[in-house]
């Protein structure tokens, strides 16, 4: 029954939410589809997620590392259902590919490589900044086809729902053997998830692109 709510739910909001913001740009419509699965999953985090509900049973505290990965995963899908919409028309160039490209822009790429070696750079470390500006420069335009970003919307609909039943089976003290099985299952389906859709794949590839460091430590700041 509970699988049934939740799927009569989820298109009913999925529904009440393209006519919402049917006069709004196609970000904000993307977005809007997502809204459905914050819910169901916030639902979860008021019950400390998963983790925090096998930490509260005796019987379950040994695999809390199983439960937080569960919750990391159901996070990474919708942060990345979040990031296809972002980027919808392209990706916008963040903090270390401005950086990078207006001191290639100013100096050349020689000058502002050994600008940034005196400064304490590794080399290692320049070629990704060199190589991610790079791939920023060239995807700053790319674009999503958003029918197909609603298609993993929908395909992730399954793990969000299962990640909700699980936990509501393990509020309401229904634990039995199949709770730690379903986890396991829930985790290997996600990560074939990410593998087999072709957005999500590309949205998890892009962000591992991303080189996440502190510009004012390179830059002689503080």
């Avoid at 207006?102 to 100096?107: A, C, H, L, R, S």
């Avoid at 039943?165 to 990560?191: C, F, G, H, P, Y």
């Amino acid at each position: 029954m509970s699988k049934i709510l939740f799927l009569i739910s989820f298109f009913f909001l999925f529904a009440i939410s393209n006519i919402t913001f049917a006069n709004q740009g196609p970000i904000s419509k993307c977005h809007s589809q997502i809204n459905p699965l914050h819910q169901e999953r916030d639902k979860v985090s008021k019950l400390d997620g998963i983790w925090g509900l096998f930490e509260k049973n005796s019987v379950l505290q040994g695999n809390s590392v199983l439960a937080i990965n569960i919750d990391r995963k159901i996070n990474s899908i919708i942060f990345h259902l979040q990031y296809l919409c972002d980027t919808l028309n392209g990706i916008p160039m963040n903090e270390v590919a401005r950086y990078v490209r207006d001191g290639i822009e100013e100096k050349g790429e020689n000058r502002f490589r050994k600008e940034l070696i005196d400064l304490g750079k590794p080399e290692t470390e320049i070629d990704i900044w060199f190589a991610f500006t790079r791939f920023s420069q060239k995807n700053k335009e790319r674009s999503l086809d958003p029918k197909s970003i609603t298609d993993s919307i929908k395909g992730a609909v399954p793990f969000i729902e299962s990640y909700v039943s699980i936990a509501e089976k393990i509020n309401n003290q229904e634990i039995d053997d199949s709770i730690i099985k379903s986890v396991e299952k829930l985790s290997t389906e996600i990560d074939n998830f990410f593998l087999a859709d072709k957005y999500m794949n590309q949205a998890l590839t892009e962000n591992r692109n991303i080189p996440y460091v502190d510009i004012n430590e390179s830059s002689g700041g503080s």
